[in-house]
């Protein structure tokens, strides 16, 4: 099993960044499909972005190009750098874990076993 603890999230003005983290901990972070899911109030989870178990990278469309995921495995540290930030990017934001590859069901919240408590970020206009 792993363990995942969030941390990074917090206010900022449109347009700003922000870098959330996800400390792993627990068992072998590289067997791991490592995800980031948003909710916000009233809405569905959406996946965000996730790093496959051979570090390849996925995104959500709406995205475009804003966010960046990356991992450290020395550290097992799964990462989201947030630029451009906009008021419909406001948020819980989670980190989830799936054994094994992402294949195609990155972003399918029912795929990932293993979640934070998540982090909040908001946005002012």
């Known amino acids: 099993q792993v363990q995942l603890v969030e941390s990074g999230g917090g206010s900022v003005q449109a347009g700003g960044s922000l870098r959330l983290s996800c400390a792993a901990s627990g068992d072998t972070y590289s067997n791991y499909c490592m995800g980031w899911f948003r909710q916000a109030p009233g809405k569905e989870r959406e996946g965000v972005a996730a790093i496959d178990v051979d570090g390849s990278a996925s995104y959500a469309d709406y995205l475009k190009g804003r966010f960046t995921v990356s991992q450290d495995t020395a550290k097992n540290t799964l990462y989201l750098q947030m630029n451009s930030l906009k008021p419909e990017d406001p948020a819980m934001y989670y980190c989830?874990?799936?054994?094994?590859?992402?294949?195609?069901?990155?972003?399918?919240?029912?795929?990932?076993?293993?979640w934070g408590q998540g982090t909040q970020v908001t946005v002012s206009s």
């Open positions: 989830a874990a799936r054994w094994g590859y992402c294949l195609k069901v990155w972003g399918v919240q029912g795929a990932f076993g293993y």
